[in-house]
């Protein structure tokens, strides 16, 4: 079973830093296409944060640019997200997500992480 493992979130305050990493577990037959990062506030949608394909493009909310930073090691299947300058708007459960998880042969799927929660206070 592939699965993706978030660690970093925790609570901080607003100004400071954060680190988030994602590996991806499991039978994987080719770096992941797409990893990223997206976010859902209480009350609010998901919404994406950072993508990163294997390539090295990169599409960034309007909102983060300046502040975050995503990066990759595709032999790992790991993505990350540095945080810097967070707001409390940055509030929320920030999820791992993998598009293009060569599973088998030409077998293709998307998945997601649990989810980790990031706080920034005031």
């Known amino acids: 079973q592939v699965q993706l493992v978030e660690s970093g979130g925790g609570l901080v305050q607003a100004g400071g830093s954060l680190r988030l990493s994602c590996s991806a577990s499991?039978?994987?037959?080719?770096?992941?296409?797409?990893m990223g990062w997206y976010r859902q506030a209480p009350g609010k949608e998901r919404e994406l944060v950072a993508t990163?394909?294997?390539?090295?493009?990169?599409n960034l909310a309007d909102s983060v640019k300046g502040r975050f930073t995503i990066s990759r090691d595709n032999a790992k299947n790991t993505v990350y997200l540095q945080m810097n300058s967070l707001k409390p708007e940055d509030t929320a459960v920030y999820y791992c997500h993998g598009d293009g998880v060569e599973v088998g042969p030409g077998r293709y799927l998307e998945i997601w992480g649990q989810g980790t929660l990031v706080t920034v206070s005031a």
């Open positions: 499991g039978s994987i037959f080719s770096p992941i296409v797409n």
């Open positions: 990163m394909h294997t390539a090295g493009n990169t």
